[in-house]
């Protein structure tokens, strides 16, 4: 009886065991490669597997975790990322600098992976390794700097082809850090300075010409509105004095008219308004330095003329 029992107990564990053997759950975004007698049989899905124990296995491959190294029988689908140590390229003009990447790549065949490569994570990281050497190689310094877009693109381009038969698919490719030496770092400090003195000495000189030509434009606004107003105050006083000549010689005619119909038409009234000019002009004489020479004018005979008609006229009134 006891060996029964025993035997019953034993034969319940060994189906347990082999239940549990026979039934492989597949997390989600997971996946196992099952060989049968050391062949391929089937790739298992996400969700409940059924092999047979003890003749079909899972593939052990080799998987990167925290940068170590180790054997793993599931693959994961999902996107990876490979953060490469830093690593000393040459550029075309000769210059040593240091590099690291950013990998993110994805599965997309587990067959290939497993089957095509011996250890995938190794292979990328010597593949991304030499790419990036090659295509550093063939740009200057001043390139890589600048350009790491094309670069990302070119080492893209480059992976993606060549890890296809492997069934990856290299998504992107990203450069972290890019250190050249230190000496280069300081001539490139003193170059940068250079330069944003020369940017601003460039200011400086157009701010300087922008207000010389600001300056210059207001004296010469300045000047054409001075002689506009210059030009206009001329008019205005020639029109005044043309105005003022007008009205004399208006004033002087009506008094000449008086004049010719106070003396009469039989005298000329011009013998009147000259006498009136010379006895201005001797008063003039007279009110000046008495020790001076006086002189008279050469026509004195008609000014005593004028003087002596016009004493007659005031006899006849």
Known sequence: ?????????????????????SLVIIPQSETKIIERLGKYYATLKPGINVII????????????TNGRYHYTNSIDLREQVYDFDKQNVITKDNILMQI???????IVDPFKAVYEINNLPNAIEKLTQTTLRNIIGELELDEPLTSRDTINSKLRAVLDDATNKWGIKVNRVELQDITPPQSVLQAMEKQMQAERNKRATILTSEGQKAAAILQSEGQKTARINQAEADKQTEILRAEGDAQARIRRAQAEAEAI????????????????????KYISMLEEVASGDK??????????????GSIGGIKDLFKES
Not at 269 to 275: K, T, V
């Open 100 to 106: 690291n990447a950013l990998l993110y790549f994805q």
């Open 1 to 21: 009886m006891d060996f029964l029992a025993i035997f019953l107990i034993a034969l319940v564990l060994l189906a347990l065991v082999i239940v549990k053997k």
């Open 291 to 304: 020790t001076k020479t006086v002189y008279l004018p050469y026509e004195a005979t008609n000014l005593m």
């Open 53 to 64: 124990p003890f003749i079909d296995r899972a593939k052990n491959i080799v998987s990167l």
């Open 257 to 276: 008219e008086k004049i010719t119909v106070a003396v009469g038409k039989s005298s000329n009234p011009a013998n009147y308004l000259l006498a009136q």
